[in-house]
DNA sequence: CTGTTAGCGCCTTCAA
DNA sequence: TTGAAGGCGCTAACAG
């Protein structure tokens, strides 16, 4: 533990073979005999040498470092899937950057830029409404969209209409013929109107009349629509996201009236204190790894862009 | 934008300077006459040079990273907290590396060997009560504790005893008499068995009788224990934290009584759902920023260790 | 105060 | 299949 780094070098001349073979072995290269290879890795393990990072970035110049933009740190979907990501990273060797963009055009540009300058090879970046292609146009097959789409670029999405039309049909089994909705406009463009077309879709399918307001993606927000847009006739309510609907519940438990609350989310918060709320989950952990192996495979040129979609399901 | 980079050779012979001035100015040396530095600055802005990290690393011997290791991702005080450090350290031209100890010492001593081998500078470690001086030896003098100390480490911690004591003497200015208690035992010793003698301490003082109960920091934890120790003559409730009192007040609401409720955190969720709540507010952002400024200084050796503690205050 | 020089640890030709 | 040599971009002596 106190002994000074090891080196290339002195691996070399531990086991008695040049650097360069040396280097072969770490990268994993075929040209070596496999009785030289077993000896050299047996030195490796022994004395505990790992390769240095600085000397390899320089070298190759890339940083083997991704950078990750969240859009809220607090974000509880967002979290959940840094959690599968950032694991999977630093399994893959890389060293990745986190950073929040808070929803601010100005400020992801400027991470990006930061990013850039730093030599990141790739980002991982969560869409919202202010994402744009010129924003981006320098990662070109190294960034990977999570939760919004942009032609071009690779992207993971939520099944956004699956998890309403999921709603929507529970509802409907379950006798409910009123039924409101209460969503986002500003959050991100595609998110937002995708779940409200998919309402008004399904209200027309069903013959339903269509009641709904947009706000943002607040507790404050759902408890203000709420209070706008429910009437005691109202039999069920669809709420965009956990936290709109924890705001409603707030303004339908303050009414004393029985509303039957459908979200899509699934934080172990509404699970616990409503767990009679119907809850789809859009599958936050899955869409971070497959994130993050996707753009795995694009840094090693195993693919160009690609657009993927998780599937969600009742809870 | 499309130019390959320039290197600090480049800007020397653009500058009409040697490489060893270009270096002195790119690091705030002051032995460089005010013109030359004047004018290579220009030309660095000029061009948008920026000084490689895999070079200056490989050459300095220092790799300009700070590892971040929380306990948990979606813990809203460590989400505060974070949002401090992180710009604040990138903003210090440093990376940061963020790790998830889920408070399992084994994972902990897993992440800061990698931490280690990456020759990462420094660590800022959210204590939990899994966190010994064995485990991090190796960090003396470049590792900033928060929420726990340990002798010879540096150390931000809350004012755990001064949020009990505010939230004691409110109640019982308020006229509650038979005052209970919901903290912890598992997330960190010093958390949860200062909250708790304090809370044992003013109950003496005031001649209260004590009637207490210790879990984890769920929510669950939070509804089990109230069910335990509350009575209809319980008049008021003080929780270790947020997520505890969510718990309780979903018991307390089922059984119709009022109790009134302290509880330390002051999240937004609490404030939204519960405004009620007497919120007691540790500092997470102030602790966060305290931290990170407290390593650097460590870091260019302008501090050993320290213990640092951030006032509390009712919201 | 400024230029010259010699590596930091590694990867990549090029020979052997 | 392996060894030797050169250089990635930068910093830190040491001269001037």
Redesign the pocket.
């Known amino acids: 533990m106190s002994d000074k ?1 090891l ?3 002195d691996i ?1 001349r531990l086991s ?6 040396v ?2 072995v ?2 994993n290269s075929e ?3 496999k ?3 077993e000896h050299v890795e047996a030195i490796i393990k022994q004395y505990g040498y790992t ?2 990072k ?3 970035a ?4 890339r940083e083997k470092i991704i950078g990750v933009v969240v859009t809220r740190l607090d974000s509880a979907s967002e979290n959940r899937a840094i959690r599968a990501i950032l694991p999977h990273i630093y399994q893959q060797e890389y060293d990745a950057i986190l950073m929040e963009s808070l929803l601010d055009p100005k400020l992801l540009e400027g991470h990006l830029h930061v990013l850039e300058q730093r030599n990141v090879e790739g980002v991982i970046l969560f869409g919202f409404s202010g994402v744009n292609k010129k924003i981006i146009k320098n990662w070109k097959n190294k960034l990977v969209l999570i939760a919004s789409a942009l032609p071009d670029f690779a992207s993971v999405i939520y099944d956004n209409a699956g998890a309403v039309k999921l709603l929507m049909e529970k509802m409907k089994n379950d006798g409910h013929r009123n039924v409101s909705y209460i969503g986002v406009t500003s959050n991100d463009i595609t998110t937002g109107s995708t779940r409200y077309q998919t309402y008004l879709t399904y209200c027309e399918k069903f013959g339903y009349r269509p009641t709904a307001a947009l706000g943002d993606l607040s507790y404050q927000s759902g408890y203000d629509l709420a209070k706008e847009i429910l009437t005691p006739e109202t039999s069920a309510l669809i709420c965009a996201s956990d936290t709109i609907a924890l705001g409603a519940i707030k303004y339908i438990k303050e009414q004393g009236w029985e509303i039957k609350v459908g979200s899509i989310g699934s934080t172990p918060l509404m699970t616990f204190l409503q767990p009679d709320v119907i809850s789809v989950r859009l599958g936050y952990q899955e869409a971070g790894l497959k994130a993050s192996q996707l753009l795995m495979d694009m840094l090693r040129g195993e693919k160009t862009h690609e657009h993927v979609i998780i599937p969600c399901a009742i809870q």
Do not use: D, E
């Open positions: 780094k080196t290339l070098n070399a008695g073979v040049g650097k360069s073979t280097s072969l770490i990268n040209k070596v005999k009785a030289t290879r390769p240095s600085a000397a390899q320089l070298r190759s110049q």
